[in-house]
């Protein structure tokens, strides 16, 4: 993926989101990423809906990370909280929303801020320690 331009990322994408492998999801999202195509944050967001394993969605979040777009704050922050992102999310696994967590750590909007101050006061002590690094960095 980022050896193609990137308005043939999307139909590719299209494809490896069809493919179980592990591996081959997690190449993508790694891609994505680093190409931070438009389309690309939309794909993620399927990506973390469906039944992925849990280092794949911990991908995600960590590709959402490097978006410079304050538009997929309120993606990360659903995932983090688990479950209130407009009941698209079911409870997520600690693992996943920590990396949520510590992607928000990069964006420094009021919305991405309140997000992880109120992080500090989860029950996950590996999402509260996330957010607290959110909030120095």
């Given amino acids: 993926l980022r050896r193609l331009p990137r308005e043939r990322v999307s139909p590719v994408l299209a494809r490896a989101g069809e493919d179980e492998d592990p591996e081959v999801l997690k ?4 891609a994505i990423g680093d ?6 944050v939309a794909w993620i967001g399927n990506v973390l809906k469906g039944s992925a394993p849990t280092e794949v969605k911990q991908s995600c979040c960590i590709a959402l990370g490097k978006f410079d777009d304050e538009a997929v704050v309120p993606l990360l922050v659903g ?9 698209l999310f079911g409870r997520k696994d600690d693992d996943v929303r920590a990396s949520a967590a510590w992607a928000l750590g990069h964006f420094r909007s009021p919305a991405a801020r ?24």
């Fill in 114 to 137: 309140e997000a992880l101050t109120r992080a500090l006061k989860d029950s996950s002590p590996s999402v509260r320690s996330s957010a607290k690094m959110g909030l120095k960095g």
């Fill in 35 to 40: 190409l931070r195509p438009l389309q690309g």
């Fill in 79 to 87: 995932v983090m909280e688990g479950g209130r992102f407009l009941g």
């Fill in 27 to 30: 190449a993508a999202v790694t």
